[in-house]
């Protein structure tokens, strides 16, 4: 089944103080820490439906996290609004897009967190059908990459289903090295 994908995050930045508008542009960034929240739509079935419905329900989960670094809150905005974008137009291209690294300027482990969430919203907001056609074509780097993201989202207590159906299809595409390369690869975080 096909659900939407969410709308867009909104984050908060505090306005800088006088004394902060008044140093060199450099150091005028806030120090404070910002709010980033998004709102996610989730498809359940109802408890309630008789055996053979088909209409599932939906319920929102406001998602809200404090980004203790603004230039990484500012980066996670911009590479979401660019997945969204593409998520419209070319979805491998949007996975693809959400695959690249945070920049490794970013240490904010909130930060890098909600980089990982992005890749899980294009997967699992996308059509089952086209998961081989996307697959196809891909390197064996952007395999690792999706599995390792893989596990991040079936490590989070939410709906799993989708993921699962992108685990079994990059597996039979990545095969079994794609996992172990994806799980024992060296951090640096």
Known sequence: ????????????????????????????????????????????????QKRGSTSPTR?????EAVINDPIA?????????????????????????????????????VAKEKFSDIVLDVLSTTKESEINSILQGMQQSEHDMLMKNIYRGLSKPVPNGPIFKWHAAVLSKGGAGCILRSISERRTS
């Open 73 to 109: 809150a500012q980066n996670l905005l911009e590479r979401e609004n660019e997945v969204r974008s593409l998520m419209h137009r070319d979805r491998k291209e949007a996975i693809k897009k959400s695959l690249e690294p945070p920049p490794s300027t970013i240490k904010d482990k």
């Open 1 to 48: 089944s096909y659900v939407a994908p969410p709308p867009p995050p909104s984050v908060s930045v505090p306005p800088p103080s006088k004394s902060e508008q008044t140093k060199s542009p450099i150091s005028s960034q806030p120090k404070s820490p910002v709010s980033y929240s998004r709102t996610l739509e989730i498809t359940k079935p109802s408890s309630s």
């Open 59 to 63: 319920s929102s989960l406001v998602e």
